[in-house]
């Protein structure tokens, strides 16, 4: 459930736009403001109630129109109240949306903010120390793909099916796809697509950069109600969710065990100490691509103990990088 900031977040937003309509003499019905937001007739009402009991404003129910309106001129928004520290983590939660820019969704969300910061009372200053206090980035940092992030998008907005062009990793030449979009999400710094894919009569995932020519196409479909994104990735250390059942067992030695610690790695994780300071990291995975490459990252520093398929895949790495490296550059 969402905490109670971000409830507050967008229902400022929302009686921002009330008080808009309202100020420019358009009559503002609940039920078809609600529906044009996509939230509940109660929701509206509670914001209104909210903005004439609250903030004093001049609001009245017309019976004749069923509407609301105001009956007196109102030249702006009651300002809001902010303490530096609220300053700070504005500043901070803006620098956070990085990963959306060239997206509709960056655009929306830039725009609340000034919205939000046009209301204050005052000026808050953030200097040079608090704007260098925080900072986000991320080692490889995928590239945007905007044009087929917002076409589909659309599409998800409109349930329509997609086509578009697709190079998978190491492959010469692209492939025509044909989808239902179910899913957009960030993750390992890209973004994804996760769609029902018609061909092959499965739900695959597509990282936007390796998409070309995406078009909507005029058939409709309706997402299955008991898809869920979460479930989907709950086997999955990144993006492969995989169709196994894999019981993972990595030993760390005690030089990173508290890096290892310090970290969520999967909602599965399961971790024990050993007397020496090593560390017995435990997942269970739906596929063994992800996690091979994980434990590859950490070196010597780290070494499989089950499953047998994963323990024959790290030899087989392991000699091959060990066979690159002996010969002769």
């Given at each position: 459930?969402?905490?109670?900031?971000?409830?507050?977040?967008?229902?400022?937003?929302?009686?921002?736009?009330?008080?808009?309509?309202?100020r420019e003499?358009?009559?503002?019905?609940?039920?078809?403001?609600?529906?044009?937001?996509?939230?509940?007739?109660?929701?509206?009402?509670?914001?209104?109630?909210?903005?004439?009991?609250?903030?004093?404003?001049?609001?009245?129910?017309?019976?004749?129109?069923?509407?609301?309106?105001?009956?007196?001129?109102?030249?702006?928004?009651?300002?809001?109240?902010?303490?530096?520290?609220?300053?700070?983590?504005?500043?901070?939660?803006?620098?956070?949306?990085?990963?959306?820019?060239?997206?509709?969704?960056?655009?929306?969300?830039?725009?609340?903010?000034?919205?939000?910061?046009?209301?204050?009372?005052?000026?808050?200053?953030?200097?040079?120390?608090?704007?260098?206090?925080?900072?986000?980035?991320?080692?490889?940092e995928g590239?945007?793909?905007?044009?087929?992030?917002?076409?589909?998008?659309?599409?998800?907005?409109?349930?329509?099916?997609?086509?578009?062009?697709?190079?998978?990793?190491?492959?010469?030449r692209t492939?025509?796809?044909?989808?239902?979009?179910?899913?957009?999400?960030?993750?390992?710094?890209?973004?994804?697509?996760?769609?029902?894919?018609?061909?092959?009569?499965?739900?695959?995932?597509?990282?936007?950069?390796?998409?070309?020519?995406?078009?909507?196409?005029?058939?409709?479909?309706?997402?299955?109600?008991?898809?869920?994104?979460?479930?989907?990735?709950?086997?999955?250390?990144?993006?492969?969710?995989?169709?196994?059942?894999?019981?993972?067992?990595?030993?760390?030695?005690?030089?990173?065990?508290?890096?290892?610690?310090?970290?969520?790695?999967?909602?599965?994780?399961?971790?024990?100490?050993?007397?020496?300071?090593?560390?017995?990291?435990?997942?269970?995975?739906?596929?063994?691509?992800?996690?091979?490459?994980?434990?590859?990252?950490?070196?010597?520093?780290?070494?499989?103990?089950?499953?047998?398929?994963?323990?024959?895949?790290?030899?087989?790495?392991?000699?091959?990088?060990?066979?690159?490296?002996?010969?002769?550059?």
């Amino acid at each position: 459930m969402p905490d109670s900031g971000f409830r507050s977040r967008f229902s400022v937003e929302r009686m921002m736009r009330l008080h808009d309509l309202l100020r420019e003499g358009r009559p503002v019905n609940c039920t078809r403001f609600a529906a044009e937001l996509d939230v509940s007739r109660k929701t509206i009402q509670r914001d209104i109630d909210h903005m004439r009991d609250r903030l004093g404003l001049p609001i009245e129910y017309d019976r004749a129109a069923h509407s609301y309106v105001y009956t007196a001129p109102v030249e702006a928004f009651p300002t809001l109240q902010m303490s530096e520290g609220d300053a700070v983590a504005l500043f901070v939660a803006e620098r956070a949306l990085e990963p959306l820019r060239g997206t509709p969704l960056f655009d929306r969300l830039q725009s609340t903010f000034e919205r939000l910061t046009s209301s204050l009372q005052g000026t808050v200053e953030l200097t040079a120390e608090d704007q260098d206090a925080v900072s986000f980035a991320q080692s490889g940092e995928g590239r945007t793909n905007t044009d087929a992030f917002n076409r589909l998008q659309q599409a998800q907005r409109e349930q329509r099916e997609v086509t578009f062009s697709y190079k998978k990793p190491g492959a010469k030449r692209t492939e025509s796809r044909s989808v239902r979009p179910y899913h957009l999400t960030h993750r390992d710094n890209l973004w994804y697509l996760v769609a029902f894919d018609l061909a092959r009569e499965d739900i695959r995932t597509f990282a936007l950069p390796r998409m070309s020519n995406v078009k909507l196409t005029r058939h409709k479909f309706t997402r299955p109600a008991d898809f869920s994104p979460s479930a989907f990735f709950a086997n999955a250390l990144g993006v492969v969710e995989g169709r196994g059942n894999y019981a993972i067992a990595i030993r760390f030695n005690a030089s990173v065990a508290e890096r290892i610690e310090e970290r969520i790695w999967h909602e599965s994780q399961q971790t024990k100490r050993r007397r020496n300071g090593s560390i017995d990291l435990h997942l269970r995975l739906g596929s063994l691509v992800e996690i091979e490459r994980w434990v590859l990252s950490w070196g010597a520093d780290a070494k499989v103990l089950a499953p047998p398929e994963l323990c024959d895949r790290m030899r087989k790495s392991t000699r091959a990088m060990a066979k690159c490296y002996s010969a002769s550059i």
